[in-house]
């Protein structure tokens, strides 16, 4: 086997471990919080753990990544401890912000993650802030943007893709189209029908890639990647992929046709990667067990020390407000 090869081999090898530690983070939530172990709130990303997993391993630790409430992925691919996502999502001392910011507000500027909101829409002009202070500091550094389809209707999303372009900041814009923009289906909010069209309204390019193969997501992005890291400007990536559970933990789901959600959980794209490393040769059904069972593992060490931890005290309450802890008089 050639370096390349054998290069090429590994990075597939990550997309996996990466896939299914995502798959088994989410799907843990979903058990604990539903036979009443633990007590949190989440908005699944079940489904779409290959944009997640190509993320993970073509951006550098120095790129930054803004994402969304829906990011229970993007944060795992990017580096944040999975101790520390847990812990913010169940109020816990362990957790990013030592427990203060939720399941909404997980942040970690030293592995790049900038902000995740929980307001559609409200990523893509902080990441153009970002992009732009990058430039203007002459790093070489690209700032990362994701979103689901729905921010691409809103006015922020519009203003922040036209300073991009226009600007030709090292941006690249990440839509996790699963179809559905909470309760909407896509075909209703927007008269094209792909979103990675809008892109020409810009003046930038617009790539639209299946996002149930992380070797296609990572293609799309290495190539967007290395345009705005060369002074090229942005791109507007579109990853289309499903949502196996509600928009919120609980959501029963009763707007998606069930002949819909049957098809897309058919096309896993996990058990479909397993199936392609096998196929090809990277890794037998023995390692591929053992990076399932790493994943399940990691998942549950996790979990155990979240769990143990104190929630914030009182004292935490004017933590992190002020540059210099200001205390007012009583």
Known sequence: ???????SAQTERRLYELMTLMKAADDRLSKGISTGEFMCVYWPSRGQEAIAAAMGVSLRPDDQLVTTYRGLHDLIGKGV????????????????????G???????PEVGVMLSTGIVGAGPPVAVGLAMAGQRKGLDRVTVVSFGDGATNTGSFHE???????????????CQNNLYAEMTPTADTMKLEHVADRAAGYGMPGVRVDGNDPLAVKAALDEALDRARSGGGPTLLECVTFRFRGHYFGDRMPYIPKEQLAA???ADPVPRFRAHLADAGICDDNELDRIEQQALDTVEAA???VISADSPSSDEL??????TAIKFPV
């Open 318 to 323: 004017d933590h992190d407000v002020y540059a």
């Open 81 to 100: 401890p999975l101790e520390e996502i847990y812990g913010e999502m169940m109020g816990r001392t362990v957790g990013a912000a030592r427990g203060k």
């Open 1 to 7: 086997m050639s370096d390349s090869n054998g290069q």
């Open 102 to 108: 939720g399941t909404m507000h997980i942040a970690k």
């Open 160 to 174: 922040a893709a036209n300073m991009a372009a226009l600007w030709d900041l090292p941006l690249v814009f990440v």
């Open 303 to 305: 979990l155990k020390s």
């Open 264 to 266: 897309a959980v058919s």
